[in-house]
């Protein structure tokens, strides 16, 4: 009778620590998927509305600059029909028009953003900042200028950094883009328009000559430019939900 009981005792102790196992397991797989719905859905939708809100903050912030202008101020005569000054958007880029210059992080406002990328194909509107920290940049759902690389509309390289994953993920379809598309970058009342002209589907992440002034791909020399040119750079991870290489895409600014 001892003896059955103590079997007894010890089938039970096991399924207790059975049952306390599966508990735990069934509670870590519901933090680990509030984890994941959190970073992957949650951060997307926070991120993008903020996006969003930041453009049109910068936008409405344009329209009063060009209603407070000092010619208006001053009674000037409005522009005559025809000429791009008139039009209520901003002005296309043309062969004579002056680049932006790379604003200052004070110039560019708190928020840090100082221009707006529009992607036409993909219907992307995205507001552009300095730098390309996560924390700072990134992560807010920006796409961000690498430190050091021309400014929009300027000869060499506008070379640009967006989450392909999580965080508003930007660029998540920018391997969607082809030969020809429009990469549009409107800052103050000015618009440069880019037009796609080469994609570099993988190279590594240290591979620097991509963002060059004159991009050309240290890793894969057969793939990139070799005269001076004003360009533009787009970089994200690739494949997706991975941050081992980097798909690149190119374009030069539309005289």
Same mark, same amino acid.
């Given at each position: ?54 453009? !049109? ?48 992080? !004070? ?13 036409? !194909? ?83 992440? !240290? ?49």
């Amino acid at each position: 009778m001892v003896q059955g009981r103590g079997r007894r005792a010890r089938r039970a102790g096991l399924v207790g620590v059975l049952w306390a196992t599966a508990e735990l397991t069934v509670t870590v797989g519901v933090v680990v998927l509030l984890l994941v719905v959190h970073q992957v859905w949650w951060t997307n939708r926070q991120a993008a509305a903020a996006a969003q809100e930041q453009v !049109r903050s910068l936008e409405q912030a344009w329209a009063l600059e060009q209603a407070w202008s000092p010619e208006r101020a001053s009674g000037d005569d409005p522009p005559a029909s025809g000429d791009p000054a008139s039009s209520p958007g901003p002005s296309s880029s043309s062969s004579s028009s002056a680049p932006a210059p790379v604003p200052s992080e !004070r110039a560019a406002g708190p928020s840090g953003a100082y221009a707006v990328l529009r992607i036409p !194909r993909l219907g992307l509107v995205v507001p552009v900042a300095q730098g390309i920290d996560k924390r700072a940049v990134l992560d807010k759902g920006y796409v961000g200028q690498y430190p050091g690389t021309a400014g929009p509309g300027a000869q060499g390289n506008f070379a640009l950094a967006g989450h392909r994953n999580t965080h508003g993920e930007p660029f998540r379809y920018i391997n969607r883009l082809r030969a020809g598309d429009e990469l549009i970058v409107d800052m103050r009342g000015r618009r440069y328009t880019y037009v796609v002209g080469k994609i570099l589907s993988e190279t590594t992440e !240290r591979d620097t000559g991509v963002i060059a002034p004159v991009p050309r791909s240290v890793v894969k020399p057969e793939h990139g430019y070799g005269e001076p040119g004003a360009y533009i750079t787009l970089t994200t991870c690739t494949p997706e939900y991975s941050s081992k290489y980097r798909l690149v895409v190119w374009g030069t600014l539309r005289s």
